[in-house]
């Protein structure tokens, strides 16, 4: 199912072109996941986000769970998909038991309502494990770096005296969070809230997105060395347990497949005698559900901006029975450290798996990053800054609040609606001052046309041996 191939490789560089198979159609790479925090990308509606040229998206399991979307994703609030189930019903009363009979954690894999019918997008979904939380609502705040302050703290205005305070002195303490073996402890509207290893792939499979991610401690750039070094070891641990709970609850998710056999092999049910106790139907469509919610589980590399660490990292996790890699946590303090820990990973994991960068997709590092051997990105950049009025173009960034006066489009050559329909710069930055919903949805969709064509330029130039020329015309710009 989730086959990863080589279909093109650079002579200059470790950029290579690869078609990675999923439940919901083929993900070429490089490519970028846009972000879909709550399950839908902020000022684009549901209904227009298929017209769009968007090949891939990314969820946020923390905030899909606490705000209820994975509850109502469970329930399948669909009128087609309630219809549809209770027509599978009706139609195999002979050989189904009653509903209440099946597990809670299983009956979502059966359902063929996922995270995909919510969105309305039926190409590959990520969903992250929960992870960046622990950085976000953890250290990251301890420390003052985070989603609005650069996570590359030598980027920031006023590093030095940040560094001082907080690096020199390894920090390790005041974490907001409560972070031991079992998991983590967040406090949330009052409450306590604890995600686990199992309890973050649960989450993600009743998500049902197509790559998941194993749950991780993602640790501060100004984490000491021996911190970073615990929290790698524990991710490591926990590694181990959401790969068990990943297979378990795959075997479930089989069973209805397996008892759909009128010969069943005993050898095959023996191998689930740990499910015995659940009783499935045994309709011929459940074999088809279970093939499109089966998930691929990326491990996840830590170890910060330290060799040795992130060497053990990629060792350990390149030896697991997962399908693909996430590269996470702290990546240094500058974009030069992020390069050298690229360096030191990729050597070291499998060739014939996906690795994906977490959190990265600024024009010059998606460059950088493809030239080391990176497959895939996920960036809040192109539709948080459309947001703030900050447009991507071929000629380089465009802040719109400088072109309240140019009557000009955004770009000639844009296949975006936006330009397409030949809106003007001053247009669009009078529909901001305006706060007019069209101002964010034009620019959203401008931005997401011009990564979505760079990912694909950036391919072309890997099969035809002209990347490093193409960087070259980007970095005249950026």
């Given at each position: 199912?989730?086959?990863?191939?080589?279909?093109?490789?650079?002579?200059?560089?470790?950029?290579?072109?690869?078609?990675?198979?999923?439940?919901?159609?083929?993900?070429?790479?490089?490519?970028?996941?846009?972000?879909?925090?709550?399950?839908?990308?902020?000022?684009?509606?549901?209904?227009?986000?298929?017209?769009?040229?968007?090949?891939?998206?990314?969820?946020?399991?923390?905030?899909?769970?606490?705000?209820?979307?994975?509850?109502?994703?469970?329930?399948?609030?669909?009128?087609?998909?309630?219809?549809?189930?209770?027509?599978?019903?009706?139609?195999?009363?002979?050989?189904?038991?009653?509903?209440?009979?099946?597990?809670?954690?299983?009956?979502?894999?059966?359902?063929?309502?996922?995270?995909?019918?919510?969105?309305?997008?039926?190409?590959?979904?990520?969903?992250?494990?929960?992870?960046?939380?622990?950085?976000?609502?953890?250290?990251?705040?301890?420390?003052?770096?985070?989603?609005?302050?650069?996570?590359?703290?030598?980027?920031?205005?006023?590093?030095?005296?940040?560094?001082?305070?907080?690096?020199?002195?390894?920090?390790?303490?005041?974490?907001?969070?409560?972070?031991?073996?079992?998991?983590?402890?967040?406090?949330?509207?009052?409450?306590?809230?604890?995600?686990?290893?199992?309890?973050?792939?649960?989450?993600?499979?009743?998500?049902?997105?197509?790559?998941?991610?194993?749950?991780?401690?993602?640790?501060?750039?100004?984490?000491?060395?021996?911190?970073?070094?615990?929290?790698?070891?524990?991710?490591?641990?926990?590694?181990?347990?959401?790969?068990?709970?990943?297979?378990?609850?795959?075997?479930?998710?089989?069973?209805?497949?397996?008892?759909?056999?009128?010969?069943?092999?005993?050898?095959?049910?023996?191998?689930?005698?740990?499910?015995?106790?659940?009783?499935?139907?045994?309709?011929?469509?459940?074999?088809?559900?279970?093939?499109?919610?089966?998930?691929?589980?990326?491990?996840?590399?830590?170890?910060?901006?330290?060799?040795?660490?992130?060497?053990?990292?990629?060792?350990?996790?390149?030896?697991?029975?997962?399908?693909?890699?996430?590269?996470?946590?702290?990546?240094?303090?500058?974009?030069?450290?992020?390069?050298?820990?690229?360096?030191?990973?990729?050597?070291?994991?499998?060739?014939?798996?996906?690795?994906?960068?977490?959190?990265?997709?600024?024009?010059?590092?998606?460059?950088?990053?493809?030239?080391?051997?990176?497959?895939?990105?996920?960036?809040?950049?192109?539709?948080?800054?459309?947001?703030?009025?900050?447009?991507?173009?071929?000629?380089?960034?465009?802040?719109?609040?400088?072109?309240?006066?140019?009557?000009?489009?955004?770009?000639?050559?844009?296949?975006?609606?936006?330009?397409?329909?030949n809106v003007t710069m001053k247009q669009l930055s009078s529909l901001f001052l305006l706060k007019d919903p069209r101002a964010y949805y034009f620019s959203t969709i401008h931005n997401i046309q011009f990564f979505t064509d760079l990912m694909k330029n950036i391919r072309e130039a890997i099969e035809?041996?002209?990347?490093?020329?193409?960087?070259?015309?980007?970095?005249?710009?950026?």
């Amino acid at each position: 199912m989730f086959e990863f191939k080589i279909l093109a490789k650079s002579i200059s560089s470790k950029a290579r072109v690869g078609e990675f198979s999923t439940p919901h159609g083929k993900l070429i790479t490089p490519n970028l996941a846009f972000v879909a925090t709550e399950g839908e990308i902020k000022s684009i509606t549901k209904e227009v986000l298929p017209t769009l040229p968007v090949n891939l998206i990314i969820v946020n399991t923390f905030h899909l769970w606490v705000k209820n979307v994975i509850q109502t994703i469970d329930d399948g609030r669909s009128k087609v998909d309630d219809e549809d189930r209770s027509s599978k019903i009706e139609n195999n009363q002979s050989s189904i038991l009653n509903p209440q009979d099946l597990s809670s954690t299983l009956y979502p894999l059966l359902s063929s309502f996922s995270v995909h019918d919510y969105v309305n997008f039926d190409k590959p979904i990520m969903s992250d494990s929960g992870g960046f939380q622990v950085f976000s609502m953890g250290f990251g705040k301890a420390h003052g770096v985070g989603k609005i302050t650069n996570i590359f703290p030598q980027l920031n205005v006023g590093y030095p005296e940040r560094a001082k305070r907080v690096e020199g002195s390894h920090y390790d303490q005041g974490n907001p969070l409560i972070i031991n073996e079992n998991g983590v402890e967040f406090p949330f509207n009052d409450q306590k809230l604890m995600l686990t290893p199992e309890k973050s792939i649960q989450l993600q499979q009743q998500i049902g997105a197509d790559i998941i991610f194993a749950f991780d401690e993602c640790t501060s750039p100004l984490n000491s060395y021996e911190y970073t070094k615990e929290a790698m070891e524990r991710t490591h641990r926990w590694l181990k347990r959401c790969i068990k709970t990943s297979q378990i609850n795959q075997k479930r998710s089989e069973v209805g497949k397996i008892r759909n056999q009128n010969n069943s092999d005993k050898s095959d049910i023996s191998d689930l005698s740990d499910l015995s106790g659940i009783r499935l139907p045994i309709s011929s469509d459940l074999s088809g559900l279970s093939e499109r919610r089966k998930q691929a589980l990326f491990g996840i590399i830590q170890g910060g901006h330290y060799e040795d660490l992130r060497k053990k990292s990629a060792k350990f996790v390149g030896k697991q029975d997962v399908p693909g890699f996430g590269i996470g946590g702290s990546l240094g303090r500058n974009k030069k450290d992020m390069h050298q820990v690229l360096e030191w990973v990729i050597p070291l994991l499998p060739d014939e798996k996906p690795r994906h960068l977490l959190g990265i997709g600024q024009v010059r590092d998606i460059f950088e990053c493809v030239e080391r051997g990176v497959d895939t990105f996920d960036c809040v950049i192109p539709t948080r800054e459309a947001r703030h009025q900050i447009l991507y173009t071929k000629h380089g960034r465009v802040n719109l609040k400088k072109m309240k006066n140019v009557n000009e489009a955004i770009e000639i050559d844009c296949n975006c609606l936006a330009c397409q329909s030949n809106v003007t710069m001053k247009q669009l930055s009078s529909l901001f001052l305006l706060k007019d919903p069209r101002a964010y949805y034009f620019s959203t969709i401008h931005n997401i046309q011009f990564f979505t064509d760079l990912m694909k330029n950036i391919r072309e130039a890997i099969e035809i041996k002209k990347l490093s020329k193409l960087k070259e015309i980007y970095f005249k710009f950026y």
